[in-house]
């Protein structure tokens, strides 16, 4: 089982939807818990962190559920330009950030 | 202020040969990470510096893969005698401090292709 698990997708979404994505994680001593954003062939850039109490920052919402070793990443009203590759990131007990292999999000006219 | 830097940003050599990858990361970073993205693929971990020490060579796939970092700044990651898997895009990202709670700032990549 890979330690930090994603629905590759991709997801096609009209203009305006709502969506959601999921990310389990399998090492229930993980720390801190981010989302990166990589549009094709660029690098990963930092979205948001995500904490315990959940987390909202414009559009973006994102949740972590300990218990269920899971977090989320909502997004409301989506745009065109939010077509890109969604990473979820854990921190491991050894303070390492492994990576989802991504959720792939298309946003349509 | 400047970004993490990558050098170069494409290289295609020739299976055998060797190849050396450079990351400049953002200043007063102590932190260094190399990972590896093949296409469509997540990102692979190989190895993670703080200061010029390497506590985790764990995701090196081979002992061909070898890194370096001088100075608390630059890094250089070899691979020797370079095999077609080996093509990929090399990602190098810094950040503050090696905790895990700061955020990662990505360099552009090389694109490494062995033909």
């Known amino acids: 089982r890979k330690e930090v698990e994603q629905d590759p997708g991709p997801f096609n979404v009209p203009e305006g939807a709502t969506v959601a994505f999921n990310c389990t994680y399998s090492?229930?001593?993980?720390?801190?818990f981010f989302w990166y954003r990589q549009d094709c062939r660029k690098e990963p850039k930092l979205l948001m962190s995500?904490?315990?109490s959940g987390n909202e920052d414009g559009r973006f919402t994102a949740q972590l559920n300990r218990a269920s070793q899971y977090i989320s990443l909502l997004i409301r009203d989506s745009k065109l330009s939010d077509s890109a590759t969604y990473l979820c990131v854990v921190t491991n007990a050894g303070n390492m950030l492994t990576f989802g292999g991504g959720t792939r999000l298309m946003v349509k006219p | 202020g400047a970004g993490v830097s990558q050098s170069p940003s494409n290289k295609v050599t020739e299976k055998g040969k060797d190849v050396e990858l450079r990351c400049d990361p953002i200043?007063?970073?102590?932190?260094l990470y190399w990972y590896r993205q093949s296409l469509g693929q997540g990102l692979e971990f190989l190895i993670y510096?703080?200061?010029?020490?390497?506590?985790?060579k764990s995701g090196l796939p081979s002992d061909r893969f070898s890194a370096e970092r001088t100075g608390g700044s630059v890094s250089t990651l070899t691979i020797q005698r370079t095999q077609q898997e080996d093509s990929a895009v090399y990602l190098c990202a810094s950040s503050l401090t090696g905790t895990g709670t700061y955020e990662q700032y990505f360099g552009p990549g090389t694109r490494l292709t062995v033909t």
């Open positions: 995500v904490y315990s």
């Open positions: 200043s007063g970073h102590t932190a």
């Open positions: 510096f703080q200061g010029n020490s390497a506590p985790d």
């Open positions: 090492n229930s001593a993980s720390q801190s």
